[in-house]
């Protein structure tokens, strides 16, 4: 009973407007964005050219981005307390990279997700340690698929 549950899980399921692919197609994958019915492609870019989506957007990543963001530790006697010397509360807290502050890097995570689904960073390491830098990149250009013994992988494409 539980093959037969799971088998229809991952089956393309019919609809009133035709097949829905399956949770495993290459379908989900692509850029978020369907054709309207005045034949518009609704895309995250173009969709941000919109005055109402693009306020709607910026202030969700604002409002999000500005709110206390805490890395804490749980002591032995059950308290917690804010894990300022943990390795990644720099990164996290003042600079992720170079150029963006960690407000402006939460705010751009906040946009990603919203009209795109998804944030992804590029871990690099450095003097502060094994994560010094994040970097954000383009989810348009990330495909996530099941790895070997049921491991996640990512494949990023840079542009050019």
């Known amino acids: 009973m539980i093959a037969q549950a799971l088998a229809n899980l991952f089956r393309p399921q019919a609809t009133a407007r035709g097949t829905l ?3 495993l197609d290459d379908f989900w994958y692509h850029p978020v964005g369907e054709t309207s019915i005045a034949g518009v492609d609704v895309r995250p870019d ?4 919109n005055s109402t989506v693009f306020a ?15 890395v804490y530790e749980r002591r032995p006697d059950g308290t917690k307390r804010d894990a300022t010397d943990y390795q990644l509360w720099d990164v996290l807290h003042k600079r992720p990279n170079p150029w ?32 010094d830098q994040l970097i954000p990149l383009n989810p348009d250009r990330m495909k996530v698929h099941a790895g070997p013994a049921g491991s996640v992988l990512y494949d990023y494409k840079p542009m050019g």
């Open 21 to 23: 692919p399956g949770m």
């Open 46 to 49: 173009n969709a941000m050219r």
């Open 56 to 70: 709607c957007v910026r202030l969700r990543a604002e409002t999000i981005a500005s709110l206390p963001w805490h």
């Open 100 to 131: 963006q502050t960690s407000m402006e890097w939460r705010e751009m995570g906040q946009q990603h997700l919203d009209i795109r689904g998804n944030f992804y960073n590029r871990i690099l390491p450095g003097p502060r340690g094994a994560i």
